[in-house]
């Protein structure tokens, strides 16, 4: 194990409902993908994120249910942990917003930054229903973007230009919720000053050489018009405002952007309690050495490569106005954030209102979780929008995994267990035999360089490239024809099981479910691939039981480099790794997608 500490810092899927494979395919599977890996190069991860709860659309729901906004995020809370275990999502800590230490920690920052004086109190105009006399959240009032002309712009972001907008901006607003056009009237909120830090974040961004270049430009972008933000709200669901004529009072909260982000740090905190060690997530905060990724879609850019940059700055005394770190010191900002673009779904936008949509659960009920991850992997959008089609998808399963990695898993150990019984001892080996092996050891140095740089779907394909070229190896040296030379047949059958090791290390990061029954199919024993696992606590502020993702990540024997295949080893014959779709599901997907089911 090395010295190096990662942070993986995963975006929070909201709790108004179930998660749809769109979302995971921005937060959810780059995010383990990346974690796996690190922790098979010996580094020491810390993978944290959780449910966020807060905000208006969890009230709206559950106004319309008629039922208490809580009662809609512990149901969605579990949902959601059950589709991300089953993905094989492998959290050191996913927790939720609606702990007291969240609350805590979210009000802790809150204070740093008023102390430094990048909190100031200011009135402004918010948005109210005529027929009902409520609050209108933001994200409930549309119109179109004063800036771009979009119309479809929320109250508080354009997603089409991408700046940040106050509902009053917008031209024609209307109620999202009732259709009304709004009366906007004064309320105090407290704002951040993201002005005071346009020197520091554009001097931060200046060294990010690394980072995606959508992503990376799009961050500077917004440093040319950068306006306060309200950090507070009306509302009656959130996190209570930390001040003595504040704190008591019904209808603010902190906005739960502002909290959601903090997530990362009290999770991180929360995960350091449970550990037996409160002082531990420093090593993953405060190091000098320590690296941050955080991994979201392109919606979120400007709260994690603008906001909390901000928030950090702000409680570490490093804007414009100076100051001094809080009581929790100086915190790393973000190494990289690695934003992907949008996956849609038969050429159109996931929805869940227009039944536009496809949930993991669902997924997870009809098919594996890692042809889903494999789909995302190869061709999904790291850096540009991708359609998601059930053709697609079935010919991906069918031909790369079925009929590449699988078939080579099958036929290599079916023929060493009939003919041998056990990983066969080899005789000397030929130059062919030493080329595959040379190639599929040093593949550990090039796919590990570019998971590095979340260059995933470059990795994943060399991976396969060197399946490939296995496959091509054992179809060359054909070892059924060589029945009257047992010796050479068994160097060759070697020399295809140990690639197989190989390919199975390469890929354990995208396919930790098959890596686990390829290792036991190669006679391995114990974990391979470790799989997270679900554990009830107590610690929300009633006491009520709810779950958490954890595990024991460093027990797997997962390394990143080539581990040798002991001769005599027991061999059965294998079943198979992957499943090979019909051509009738995606006349069934379609039936289902069309109908809206």
Known sequence: MSD?????????????????????????????????????????????????????????????????????????????????????????????????NHAAVSQEIFLGLLKNGYVFP???????????????????????????????????????????????????????INGETPRFVESEHWFLDLPAFAKALGDWLGTRKSWRPNVLNFSVNLLEDLKPRSYTRDIDWGIRIPLPDWRDRDDKRIYVWFDAVVGYLSASIEWARRSGDPEAWRQW?????????YFMGKDN????????????????GAGDKGGSPGSYGALNLPTEVVSSEFLTMEGKKFSSSRRVVIYVRDFLERYDADALRYFIAVAGPENQDTDFTWAEFRRRNNDELVAGWGNLVNRSISMAAKNV??????????????????????????????????????????????????????????????????????????????AIKDCNGLLSPF???????????LGGEGTWSVAPRIEEVSDLDDGRPYPVITGDYETGQAVWTSVPITPGTPLQAPKPVFTKLDESIVEEELRRFEEGS
């Open 285 to 293: 905060w405060q190091s000098p050495d320590a690296d941050a990724y």
């Open 421 to 498: 019984g056990a990983v066969p001892q080899p005789g000397d080996l030929t130059d062919a035999d030493r080329d595959l092996l040379a190639t599929t050891s040093g593949a550990f140095g090039t796919v590990g360089e570019l998971l590095g740089r979340n260059r995933q779907k470059a990795a994943v394909n060399e991976a396969m490239r060197v399946v490939g070229e296995a496959n091509k190896y054992l179809s060359d040296q054909a070892p059924w024809k060589l029945k009257e030379d047992p010796a050479r047949r068994d160097s060759v059958l070697f020399t295809a099981l140990q």
């Open 4 to 100: 190096r500490h990662i942070l993986t810092a995963v975006a929070w899927p909201y709790a108004n409902g179930p998660r749809h494979i769109g979302h995971v395919s921005g937060f959810g599977v780059p995010s383990d993908v990346f974690s796996r890996y690190q922790r098979m190069a010996g580094n020491k991860v810390l993978m944290v994120s959780g449910t966020d709860e807060h905000g208006t659309p969890i009230t709206v729901a559950a106004d319309a249910e008629g039922v208490s906004p809580q009662e809609i995020a512990d149901r969605n809370n579990r949902i959601i942990v059950g589709d991300l275990t089953g993905l094989g999502l492998s959290y050191d800590l996913f927790t939720r917003t609606t702990t007291a």
């Open 122 to 176: 200011q009135t402004t105009l918010g948005a109210i229903s005529p027929s009902t006399g409520r609050t209108l959240p933001d994200r409930y009032i549309e119109g179109t973007c004063p800036i771009c002309g979009y119309d479809g712009a929320r109250g508080d972001q354009c997603d089409n230009c991408g700046n940040q907008l106050d509902p009053v901006d917008l031209v024609n607003p209307v109620s999202k």
């Open 511 to 521: 396919l930790p479910h098959a890596a686990q029954q390829v290792h036991e199919l």
């Open 301 to 316: 850019i400007v709260f994690h490569a603008e906001i909390w940059p901000a928030q950090l700055l702000g409680y570490n």
